[in-house]
């Protein structure tokens, strides 16, 4: 079967595969790595597969369409997010009325909300496959009737039927993504080593954290670890592939949540060599056990990613973190004690968030040695915990899905609550940004970390994007202000 799968645009540099579906403030662009794992699952059956980066390359409508034109697919696979799903359901239709075949979509939105992107879908869309889609993707490919397939939602008889979960699949089976359809020169972040790729060492996490998209729609809280061997034959895969990677980016959700899984992955390494050959960064708790640092500082570790998100206890328990500041002190101490580069991941807007947690947050950030952060407010995603907490109480200000971004397609705040409203949430997220990165000694540390022309350009990709985006953010303001002003 010909199978197209598409990864829209919406927007310019709009960000698909991140946690947060929007144009990012550092103006990074990640690997659909996941899409690229069902597509090689698909071509392993046999299937002709053709992938469309739309997202990363800000392909236009037209361009999209002549590409399913030309290919004539019998199936297009189309990915979704809460921002965007009005525009993917475009394309979903625009590849029925082009070459009438099935259409199905993927993604944590559809996931979500199987029944209302059918409803508004009007007849474009065949088939949701939800949650953790490789085989059911494959299983619908293979013409299996949809009432066998497990994880479905689809219209029978004018009726909307949802078929049970099956089970979560075993990851160590699961084929490397089909790097080929894309160039790892499309995708950008100031915090990694250019050019660099992202590598998914297992799925699910422990955590509890009621934010958390991916865990409660996609992966699953059940850690499923993918053996060692495996993990690092990816590694020689895509060097093989990309011999000028500098960087390789485990993007599990939680790459220290199983010590001897890293131990493995760590001594399979350094057992080939490859901490001689290319850097690792990964995301991490503030609860990693600390003797795991050294070992995978010896196996080329470079960057941690850490969810640090806030700096009181309160706000922590408030979104079940399960962590405490004290822990995320001492952990990024001993993780700088031996020289790793630190990016902070905070968090404003919590369940009784204030202006006094906010800047203690702010405080908190300020205070750790951290070369990096990202602040946002909290992305209340449908289908998580802390979405339905806001509906119930009619604290999300977002009147429909595209909502979920501003008319820039920038990251936006979502939740307005009686001590704290939106704009002050806005406010505070600025203010930590500009707190955080305008202190001399921050830009004193920034500039003294420069050592060759790669780091240069990785810094002055991230200053154009700092300015870009508060640019278009005074801009915004200044708008909405003189809209103010003409109501007055």
């Known amino acids: 079967m010909k199978i197209i799968y598409i990864n829209p645009a919406y927007g310019e ?22 899409a690229l794992i069902q597509i090689a699952v698909l071509e392993k059956a046999g299937h002709e597969c053709k992938f469309i980066e739309g997202a990363a390359l800000n392909l236009s409508k037209e361009q999209i369409k002549t590409e399913i034109a030309s290919f004539k697919p019998e199936l297009a696979i189309i990915h979704t997010t809460t921002p965007s799903i009005y525009n993917d359901i475009e ?33 474009a869309v065949d088939i949701i496959a939800r949650g953790e889609a490789d085989y059911t993707l494959r299983d619908i490919a293979a ?4 009432q066998q397939i497990p994880g479905i939602t689809y219209f029978e008889q004018d009726k909307i039927v949802s078929n049970d979960n099956g089970p979560f699949l075993d990851v160590s089976e699961l084929p490397f993504p089909s790097w080929k359809h894309i160039d ?5 972040d100031a915090g990694k080593l250019y050019p660099f790729l992202t590598l998914y060492s297992g799925r699910g996490c422990f955590g509890k954290c009621s934010f958390c998209r991916e865990t409660q729609l996609i992966n699953g809280r059940a850690l499923r670890m993918r053996p060692a061997e495996k993990v690092v034959e990816e590694i020689e895969y895509d060097l093989k592939l990309f011999p000028f990677l500098k960087e390789i980016m485990f993007e599990t959700d939680t790459f220290s949540a199983v010590p001897r899984h890293v131990e493995e992955v760590c001594a399979e390494i350094i057992k080939r060599g490859l901490h001689k050959k290319v850097s690792f960064s990964c995301n991490v708790r503030v609860d990693i056990k600390l003797d795991l640092l050294p070992l995978m500082r010896k196996a080329g570790f470079r960057m941690l990613m850490i969810g640090f998100e806030f700096g009181t206890q309160e706000q922590l328990d408030a979104v079940k973190k399960g962590t405490t500041p004290e822990m995320g002190k001492k952990f990024a101490e001993e993780a700088r004690r031996l020289g790793f580069t630190l990016h902070g991941c905070f968090m ?5 968030e204030t202006e006094e947690s906010a800047q203690k947050t702010i405080d908190y ?3 750790l040695p951290l070369d990096t952060i990202q602040v946002s407010g909290i992305a209340v995603y449908p289908g998580t915990e802390i979405f339905e907490w806001a509906k119930d109480n009619n604290y999300i200000t977002a009147k429909d899905w595209p909502d979920w971004v501003d008319e820039n397609h920038e990251q936006v705040t979502l939740l307005s609550y009686p001590q704290m409203s939106k704009s002050q949430i806005d406010f505070y997220i600025d ?31 991230g200053l154009r994007s700092f300015l870009d985006y508060f640019k278009t953010n005074k801009r915004k303001i200044e708008n909405d202000s003189s809209r103010h002003s003409c109501r007055s």
């Open 13 to 34: 540099n709009f960000v698909r595969s991140a946690r947060w579906a929007a144009k990012s403030r550092g103006r990074v662009q990640r690997h659909p790595e996941q």
């Open 91 to 123: 394309y979903a239709k625009a590849a029925k009325d082009i070459c009438g075949c099935k259409t199905v979509m993927v993604g944590a939105h559809a996931s979500a909300e199987p029944e209302n992107t059918l409803t508004i879908a009007k007849g």
């Open 143 to 146: 013409g299996l009737s949809l």
């Open 184 to 188: 790892p020169l499309w995708y950008h």
């Open 348 to 352: 404003i807007g919590a369940p009784n």
């Open 365 to 367: 950030a300020k205070s």
């Open 431 to 461: 203010k930590a940004l500009k707190e955080f990165y305008l202190r001399p000694k921050q830009i004193f540390k920034m500039a003294a970390g420069i050592k060759n022309l790669g780091d240069i350009k990785r810094k002055a990709y």
